[in-house]
């Protein structure tokens, strides 16, 4: 049965890197859904989430692959990852800001900028959530919307 799994993989920083992972993915027909990259603090390293669908089969391959890439020093593909995503969202200004502000407070949210024609909103959390809070914002009919990307880390 396919489902969505986080695989959450520390390289070290070096060129190509993201290259020869994301051609890992492409050349065994595998898509990445979501992809988040950044450097670990004061370190060398980096820290690579990747959101991708598949089978059990499908990711224990991914993962034996993963291992085998040189740059890779650790590979964890677990059910119990906390994961967050952010969202930003450009809303026409039609309904009271009060409405808005409500519904963004209850998905960890908050109104981030506001001008004459538009305001942008930002939620931070898990992106099942962030799925539910922009159904929810459907009604005020969205201008724009960009989605960070998984980030995750091990509990």
Do not use: W
């Not at 396919?2 to 020869?20: D, F, P």
């Not at 119990?80 to 409405?99: C, H, N, R």
């Amino acid at each position: 049965m396919e489902s969505k799994r986080t695989i959450c993989v520390t390289v070290i920083n070096e060129h190509s890197v993201l290259a020869r992972i994301s051609g890992l993915f492409a050349g065994r027909g595998y898509n990445i859904e979501s992809l988040c990259v950044a450097p670990l603090p004061n370190t060398d390293l980096s820290h690579i989430t990747i959101t991708t669908k598949g089978n059990a089969k499908v990711f224990e391959q991914i993962v034996k692959q993963l291992h085998k890439l040189i740059p890779v020093l650790s590979v964890v593909e677990s059910d119990t990852l906390l994961q967050k995503e952010m969202v930003l969202v450009k809303l026409p200004i039609k309904q009271p800001l009060a409405d808005i502000k409500a519904l963004c407070e209850s998905y960890n949210g908050l109104i981030a900028d506001a001008t004459q024609k538009h305001i942008i909103i930002t939620a931070t959390d898990e992106p099942t959530r962030i799925d539910s809070f922009l159904c929810a914002l459907e009604q005020y009919k969205p201008k724009e919307i960009i989605r960070s990307g998984v980030v995750a880390i091990e509990r």
